[in-house]
């Protein structure tokens, strides 16, 4: 009989590595606590505004991974953004959202969404998850846990001594820096040049994007600022309000665009956002309990590292 796979997460690292399982036979089931699949890749609508409040875009070297987006631009699922690129490296985005090529992976795939998985048991039947509404899924041969590591962490916890060394490890190792994310609308749209993506690197602010720049974001002005690592951690317990407050007027500056008020304002909070401290090892797999571990933070932060280590617990897995 196939073996049977839970997926713990349905980020770019759980969905390459479900998708990779799926394709090679195996019978996967992804479990994600969130609305919809795709993590970090998140998008927002407000107001008539469309915001990707996480992650702006890839820009990949992997020579797969470009294959794959050349793929999804045929597909229509992907697309370029001029907009961010610096040198003669392509930038894609998803389209119309971050996550849209991973919806396209995880197609065949059973997905459970809103649910969040709270503990892990095994026993002579394989590995069982228990989610928040205390509901057991399982049998599995494998679990495979794609969240950010202190998540992760606590998650092998569950397991007191049971919990594999090297995982425990592993997600005790990495670190990960916060990022406040302003989302701004404005009506009618601001006047700016040169602004759809700017990286800034003094200040509270990082990060520029003008969304509607973007294909396929229709809608009111939209606009998302990251706020650097530095001051997201220094700022990390203010209350949106404040943090709100703080980054439009940062935003007045670095723009110049004076007094002008937006139509919508929100603050975001990301507890985990950009890797500062990777593990160094691409995925990790303990073949006697059929436990893995995958995630951006086993390599070095971003879509790319993510979508690597997914594809590297499916070669530990089938291997
Ligand atoms: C503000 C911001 C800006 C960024 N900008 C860029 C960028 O421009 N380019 C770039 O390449 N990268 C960027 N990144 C990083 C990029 O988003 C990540 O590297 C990548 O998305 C990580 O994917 P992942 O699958 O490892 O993890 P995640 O995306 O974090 O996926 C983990 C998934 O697990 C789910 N989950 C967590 N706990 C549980 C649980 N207990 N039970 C069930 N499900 C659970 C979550 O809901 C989530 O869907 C940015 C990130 C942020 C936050």
Known sequence: MNRRIAVIGAGVAGSVAARGLAQAGLRVTVFDKGRSIGGRLAQRRREGAVFDHGAQFIRPRDPVLIRLLEAGVRAGVVARWPAAEVDERPVYIGKPAMATPLKMLLAEVPVETNCRITRLARDAEGWWLEDAGDIRHGPFDGALIAIPPVQARELLGTLGDAAPAALVAATEAARLAPCWALLLAFDPPLELMHHDARSLDTGPIAWIARNTSKTGRAGRDAWTVHAS??????????????????????????????????????AHRWRYSLVTEPVGTPALFDAETGLGLCGDWCLGGKIEAAFLSGRALVKLVLN
């Open 229 to 266: 690592p530095a001051w997201s951690s220094a700022h990390l317990e203010e209350t949106p309000d404040v943090i709100a407050a703080e980054l439009l007027a940062a935003f007045r500056a670095a723009t110049g665009i004076g007094a002008v008020t937006p139509c919508h304002i929100e």
